[in-house]
């Protein structure tokens, strides 16, 4: 099993910045793991907002992109989601996912692709 624990959420100002954090652990986990984060607000359905393969390359879907980064330290069994220009459409809980990707290299921004996911961290923007 692979566990997840995400941090960093908060109430921010639009414009302002957020750095989300997801630790990983578990002897399933690998460095090679697809990771990503999703998103859910009340009353919508969870969507994908970036994801990183195993070698490193990330895919952000469109309204993301320009303002996001996805990262993750192997180091440290980390991942990380910078936000930056935050607007009151990205308030939602986020939450951090990881697949298997050794067999399968699929890492599409799709939660039914992931199996693991942590609990989440609320990010509040307000315009």
């Known amino acids: 099993q692979v566990q997840l624990v995400e941090s960093g959420g908060g109430s921010v100002q639009a414009g302002g910045s957020l750095r989300l954090s997801c630790t990983a652990s578990?002897?399933?986990?690998?460095?090679?793991?697809?990771m990503g984060w999703f998103r859910q607000a009340p009353g919508k359905e969870r969507e994908g907002v970036a994801v990183i393969d195993g070698y490193g390359s990330p895919n952000y879907v469109d309204s993301v992109k320009g303002r996001f980064t996805i990262s993750k330290d192997n180091a440290k069994n980390t991942l990380y989601l910078q936000m930056n220009i935050l607007q009151a459409e990205d308030t939602a809980m986020y939450y951090c996912?990881?697949?298997?990707?050794?067999?399968?290299?699929?890492?599409?921004?799709?939660?039914?692709?992931?199996?693991?996911w942590g609990q989440g961290t609320q990010v509040t923007v307000s315009s």
């Open positions: 996912a990881a697949r298997d990707s050794r067999w399968d290299r699929r890492c599409p921004p799709e939660a039914t692709y992931f199996p693991a």
């Open positions: 578990g002897y399933r986990y690998s460095a090679t793991y697809c």
